[in-house]
């Protein structure tokens, strides 16, 4: 295929590096499960996968049963995965055939579960989700008898791989009244499974910054995503793991780099106006550089006039609107520009970088969206 008009690279060495601070931290009795979810938050799928599994992972999960077939395809076959939300009828039994597990938050999609397990003869992998206070999917306190009766009636046709739940927002402190109830409510819940002769292989609640800041939310299993990425889920919680530390160094390193070339450059004279509209009013004569990503490929319409780029280790202002296919950066004051020189939208480029979080501090846009946006297009490399 020809080359796409800019080139996301992936280190596999940050993210071996983020993988070993993670397992670290949580301890070696605890399995880490990598969420790839959202395209691997935006990494790539076939190509974060082998990196993953060769980083020392073998759990993913997903949010989709889509996904989780693009995992399998792209895993060397060793690796379990979790699918966490939609699965329809037909990848209900690819993901029994395959061993693949998923999660119940429904009483009805046990009914099913059962209904094809029996079918296939095989036993279904299943991890109940339990309400606990996030109030999105998970199965209410009250319906929990008839379901625990079900599984203890269908021991035969059944894999009880774990008993979960999410918490509302573990990567803020303000969240912290709310997350404690959470993990009590979940524990009460997880001794009436036990007292009811149930025990789940895995006990799973913490996504990364309920690992990193709350203990006792590890329990068996993490469900790590934007950590293993090198990035903080919020500046609060980098804050909370380096509140005390003597080192005040930041163990994670950002995977991700995202890098496109110059394919114009021109002067713009005094009093004029800049790309479409008149946003942009050149108030000197402007040398302008042209480069060919836009918000089709995930940079956001919001950095318009206010996102930066590298250019010749320089530091760059993008100036008028993001376009569809095309920012322009001023580079008034670098000389010898010329046409395909790099620029770095996200990275390292001499002494200069630019971080997720920079940019989405601008754009008021979370790390987590402004990585999935990053379309599936965009050729992704593995580099050391
Ligand atoms: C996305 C997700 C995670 C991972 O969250 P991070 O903040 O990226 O670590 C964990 N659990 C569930 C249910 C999720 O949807």
Excluded at 115 to 129: D, S
Excluded at 264 to 292: C, H, M, R
Aim: hydrophobic share 40%; proline share 2%.
């Amino acid at each position: 295929m020809f080359k796409t008009t800019s080139v996301i690279e992936l280190s596999q060495s940050a993210l071996t590096g983020n993988v070993q601070f993670l397992k670290e931290l949580i301890g070696e009795h605890v399995r880490f499960s990598s969420v790839v979810k959202g395209n691997a938050y935006g990494h790539g799928i076939e190509q974060f996968i082998p990196m993953a599994e060769k980083a020392g992972i073998n759990h993913f999960s997903v949010y989709s049963s889509d996904e989780a077939f693009r995992v399998f395809k792209a895993s060397s076959g060793e690796s379990e995965i979790m699918i966490m939300g939609w699965l329809d009828t037909e990848a209900m039994q690819w993901s029994i055939e395959n061993g693949i597990s998923f999660w119940i938050f429904e009483a009805e999609r046990l009914d099913k579960t059962l209904e094809m397990a029996k079918r296939l003869g095989r036993k279904a992998k299943i991890h109940v989700e339990v309400e606990t206070g996030m109030n999105r999917t998970g199965l209410p306190e009250k319906g929990l008898k008839h379901i625990m009766k079900k599984i203890l009636d269908n021991g035969e046709h059944l894999i009880f791989e774990g008993l979960c739940t999410h918490y509302a927002g573990a990567e803020s402190v303000a969240n912290y009244v709310r997350v404690n109830r959470q993990l009590s409510k979940f524990n009460k819940i997880h001794k009436k499974f036990i007292l009811n002769g149930l025990k789940p292989k895995y006990r799973h609640t913490a996504c990364s910054a309920a690992a990193l800041n709350y203990p006792k939310t590890r329990m068996d299993l993490v469900r790590i995503g934007i950590a293993q990425y090198g990035l903080w889920p919020s500046a609060e919680t980098f804050i909370q793991y380096i509140h005390g530390k003597a080192a005040r160094f930041d163990p994670l390193n950002r995977i991700i780099s995202w890098k496109s070339e110059i394919i114009s450059v021109k002067k713009v004279n005094e009093g004029e106006f800049i790309s479409y509209g008149t946003t942009y009013l050149a108030q000197e004569e402007k040398t302008i550089a042209v480069i060919p990503v836009g918000y089709s490929h995930g940079f956001s319409r919001m950095l318009s006039n206010q996102g930066r780029v590298l250019i010749h280790g320089h530091r760059v202002g993008i100036i008028g609107m993001v376009n569809m296919n095309m920012i322009i950066a001023d580079i008034t004051s670098i000389p010898d520009v010329n046409i395909g020189d790099e620029v770095v939208i996200v990275g390292r480029q001499e002494e200069r970088e630019i971080s997720i979080s920079s940019f989405s501090e601008i754009s008021n846009l979370v790390n987590y969206e402004l990585l999935a946006r990053l379309p599936e297009r965009t050729k992704r490399i593995v580099i050391d």
